[in-house]
């Protein structure tokens, strides 16, 4: 797994900042202008959709790539590095085990070992619920909060909820769906599964690629964005295919089953 830190070139988040400056501001005009017509429900909701559908894609490219890749001195932050970065990525589901058997496995959030799992569905339901609650609290202070403040439009503020609310579950669903291959078989069969699936899989090959998960549309504004493995990975780690013919183990740290399973 390459974690190379590569910098971004000052013209390319320059113009990706002014874009999406424009794109947001156009809609946060058109939700107070939309008071005054007939569209005003139209608007709004479009409106609301559409600025967390692009704030959340900002916020998870900055939060996964300054946060869950970068060791940090502060306790709470290394903590998260370690979880993401070490468990998931290296200890877990390195790119010779990218996918596994069994029901999904959590990393408890007051876990220091990196390579427990939690073994309870409560246990699992705790850390799920924090993964998704974290975000949509800091969506609520970056996003919704702010936006809500500048327009003063009910609908508005309605559909940014509900949208935080359904994307943030799809994100989590989607990415156990792609590390489980046996727990969402109706998702796995959807025509953007394929995309996100082979996406994903880039990135846990280069961390600093495709740092986006479900919305890469900041990956395509800040120039991460990685569309296939060069000959050369594709020699080191295989395909995405190769990946998923033979899930390996039950979730338990990757270098102990492959191992097993590989020993003479």
Known sequence: MKNKIIPIGLKRTLSACIILLITLSSLLYASVVGKNTQYYVITSVFCGVAIIIIGLSLQEWMVHRYLYHRHHKNRLMKHIYNIHHVGHHSVIFPPERYVTNGSVKRHP????????????????????????????????????????????????????????????????????????????????????????????????????????????????????????????????????????????????????????????
């Open 109 to 264: 959030i007051f876990e220091k070992d990196i390579t427990k799992l939690g073994e309870t569905p409560s246990n699992n339901f705790l850390t799920r619920l924090s993964h998704s609650g974290s975000y949509i609290l800091l969506t609520f202070m970056t996003i919704i909060g702010p936006s809500w403040l500048i327009t003063n439009n009910n609908i508005f503020l309605i559909s940014t909820i509900v949208a935080t609310i359904i994307i943030c579950y799809i994100v989590v669903t989607v990415h156990d769906a792609i590390h489980y291959p046996s727990q969402h078989p109706i998702i796995q069969n959807q025509k953007f599964f394929k995309f996100l699936d082979n996406h994903h899989f880039i990135h846990h090959i280069c961390t600093e690629k495709n740092v986006n998960f479900l919305l890469p549309i900041c990956d395509f504004l800040f120039g991460t964005i990685k569309l296939n493995l060069c000959e050369d990975e594709r020699k080191i780690y295989g395909t995405l295919e190769l990946a998923k013919q033979n899930p390996i183990g039950y979730s338990e740290p990757a270098k102990d089953v492959m191992h097993k399973a590989f020993r003479v």
